[in-house]
């Protein structure tokens, strides 16, 4: 009977010391923290073993956010769509001030941040590496998945019909990302909120003619 060889564990093991070091840097000290010297050196792992794990800085900041965007919130299955809208948004206000990597993500995809130490295999305006790609989608899943549950509800589609779920979610959320990226002193996000949801709903809800009650009359 020949016995099967066991897999090297040390490849998993130095990269998961590399992800920690990086995620604990950029926890602190955000993306500009995560750089090459300070990874290696706080996991204790050699140059060329974080470039076979990690071939660009792009890589490895995204694969660091992954590890620290919390899950998204999720609306209530109960209530009038303008309280499930209104706790919603109120909802991402307080995960975005508690734990703001999702923001923090998006900025640093937004604005195209890399680490200039690290060697890119890419030509500038390359297409994102699978690693960078992989942190976009799930910061727009992010986003969506919530409010996507919201406007599938019989609920909603009665009350809206079709909503553009991109333009939605920038006219509810965008306020609150504006407020915190602004740093305003006394900004009311709880205000800003009921706000939001209050211009989204008088733009888009139904006549009253053409909601389903009144077709029933």
């Known amino acids: 009977m ?4 066991r897999a090297d564990p040390r490849p998993a ?3 998961a010391r590399l992800l920690d070091a990086a995620t604990s840097l950029l926890r602190s000290g955000g993306p500009s923290a995560v750089t090459v010297d300070a990874v290696t050196r706080a996991a204790n792992v050699a140059r060329a073993t974080l470039y076979r794990h990690f ?3 792009n890589d490895l900041v995204a694969a660091a956010f992954h590890s620290l965007i919390p899950p998204a919130p999720m609306p209530a299955e ?3 769509l303008r309280d499930r809208l209104t706790a919603l948004v109120l909802a991402w206000a307080e995960s975005m001030a508690e734990a703001p990597a999702a923001l923090s993500a998006m900025a640093w995809l937004a604005l195209g941040s890399g680490m200039d ?5 890419h030509p500038s305006g390359a297409r994102d590496s699978v690693e960078v790609r992989t942190l976009r989608e799930r910061v727009a899943q992010q986003y969506s998945a919530p409010f996507d549950a919201i406007f599938d509800s019989p609920q909603a589609r009665a009350e809206l019909g079709e909503v553009d779920r991109a333009q939605a979610i920038a006219l509810l959320v965008g306020p609150i990302l504006l407020g915190k990226l602004s740093t305003l002193a006394g900004f009311d996000y709880r205000e800003c909120a ?6 989204f709903l008088a733009t888009h809800t139904k006549s009253a003619g053409e909601l389903p009650s009144a077709r029933l009359q």
């Open 194 to 199: 009921r706000a939001a949801v209050e211009g």
């Open 117 to 121: 130490e690290l060697p890119s295999g």
């Open 55 to 57: 071939p660009s800085g």
């Open 13 to 15: 093991l130095s990269r």
């Open 78 to 80: 109960e209530g009038s």
């Open 2 to 5: 020949t016995s099967q060889r």
